[in-house]
């Protein structure tokens, strides 16, 4: 039985035929329903990509106005949580010159004691109170309370500055301390319940 053979140019034209029809029945990319916001040649993008992307250009400022306004309120709201960290001691949002661990010791280390600097503001008045009175022997009064009061306030300071570098030498070692025992001193200064950030540590109390 003799067997037909069929041309060459036949097959590769049938066979590029099945594979075209093939091709046409498949569901491909380009017969899914394009978002007509999304550009020519790219998948229509999910919708949580789509919201999110509708949310950043509505919060984008377009105008220097608007710019303007977003940073001030910016600042306005960081204003309002530094304020609120330095009520309630929170870390994240305090001023750089209180943050780290070696400024909030110093600040405990200073709340933990009886400073005699924190009532210079009240006996100053008391003081000035009496200078005011035409008596010489009150305005003398007033002049010795001074001196004692100066120094008292010296000799407590340099006190409490020794001991605070003994402490954060013992603490914190080789880390760096710049500031700390300056800080402490101005810190000193304020009373108690006027202090910021509010102490966290009661009088007596190991800081």
């Known amino acids: 039985m003799r067997v037909k053979r069929l041309p060459l140019g036949f097959v590769f034209r049938s066979r590029a035929k099945e594979e075209k029809a093939a091709t046409a029945g498949s569901p491909t990319d380009s017969s899914q329903p394009r978002d007509p916001q999304a550009p020519k040649g790219r998948p229509t993008p999910k919708r949580s990509q789509a919201q999110s992307q509708r949310r950043s250009v509505a919060h984008t400022p377009t105008t220097r106005k608007e710019a ?119 810190r000193s200064l304020q009373m108690r319940r006027l202090r910021l950030p509010k102490p966290q540590v009661k009088r007596g109390e190991r800081p």
């Open 68 to 186: 303007a306004k977003r940073q001030r309120e910016d600042r306005r709201s960081a204003l309002e949580r530094q304020r609120q960290a330095l009520a309630s001691g929170d870390e994240r949002y305090l001023p750089a010159r209180d943050k780290g661990p070696v400024r909030k010791f110093a600040r405990n280390f200073v709340d933990s004691r009886f400073n005699i600097a924190e009532y210079f503001l009240p006996m100053a008045v008391f003081i000035l109170v009496l200078s005011v009175i035409q008596v010489p022997s009150l305005q003398n009064i007033a002049l010795l309370l001074w001196l004692v009061v100066i120094v008292l306030i010296v000799l407590d300071s340099i006190v409490s500055a020794v001991r605070l570098k003994k402490a954060l030498r013992e603490r914190f070692g080789d880390e760096n301390k710049r500031g700390a025992i300056a800080y402490a001193l101005m």
